[in-house]
């Protein structure tokens, strides 16, 4: 069962990619750490991507922006264990993908992408972004990352098991950013193979191996590591 929702993921990393927009947000009562909000495509109102945001905003702190991967299962509520860590270095914004959690509309990655361009204006979100993509939310974020705008707000990025990162698909204008690349030794769904892609699309890249982990969730299963790992990044 658990091979095969992670198995999931890869067959909707490839999703078709559809619509793009703008809203306004609305607050609603949090489930949980940080609190809980919606903001709406202008363009479709059928559309409202919930999101759970925490931590403390600084013009020198960093914003991380959370992108899951495709498998139902996952939501804004996925990367609840490392709240507490993000909420120490800076502020944070965990995304339920359009489809997932509590969003409204059916699963798009193109007003995704739109959605997550969005949250950025009306946050005012201008510089220090450092972005937490796993597996399908990878493709999703190199698409966001083509809009230059977004692309020079970007400190570092961090990325798990990404699908459809590579040469082809990495804009030249993130091509020097920081990136923390994590993989797990026996990943049954995107091999650990493909991390020599990736790694090779970027100029500054720390790779880390989950050694012994069978799994395409390694830092859920080893969140002290990955923990550890960030914390080291950041602070470089």
Not at 26 to 52: C, F, N, Q, V
Not at 173 to 186: D, P, Y
């Amino acid at each position: 069962m658990a091979r095969a929702a992670e198995l999931g993921e890869f067959i909707l990393a490839c999703v078709n990619l559809s619509a793009a927009n703008t809203g306004d947000s609305k607050y609603i009562s949090p489930p949980g750490t940080g609190r809980s909000a919606m903001l709406s495509l202008t363009s479709d109102g059928s559309y409202s991507m919930r999101y759970i945001t925490g931590g403390t905003a600084g013009s020198t702190k960093p914003t991380f922006i959370l992108i899951h991967g495709a498998s139902q299962r996952q939501n804004a509520e996925y990367w609840e264990p490392h709240f507490q860590l993000l909420s120490s270095f800076g502020q944070f914004y965990a995304l339920d993908c359009f489809g997932h959690g509590s969003s409204t509309g059916s699963p798009s990655g193109e007003k995704d992408v739109a959605a997550i361009k969005q949250l950025i204006s009306e946050q005012g979100i201008n510089d220090h972004i450092v972005f937490i993509a796993r597996s399908a939310g990878g493709t999703k974020l190199m698409r966001v990352l083509q809009d230059e705008e977004v692309a020079a707000k970007v400190d570092r990025l961090i990325l798990i098991a990404p699908a459809s990162v590579g040469p082809k698909t990495v804009p030249a204008t993130v091509k020097g950013k920081k990136v923390l690349l994590f993989w797990a030794e026996k990943d049954p769904v995107i091999s650990e193979q493909n991390a020599d892609l990736v790694a090779s699309s970027f100029d500054d890249v720390t790779r880390y191996t989950f050694q012994g982990i069978e799994s395409h969730i390694p830092e859920k299963l080893a969140p002290e590591r990955f923990h550890e790992q960030i914390s080291k990044f950041l602070s470089q």
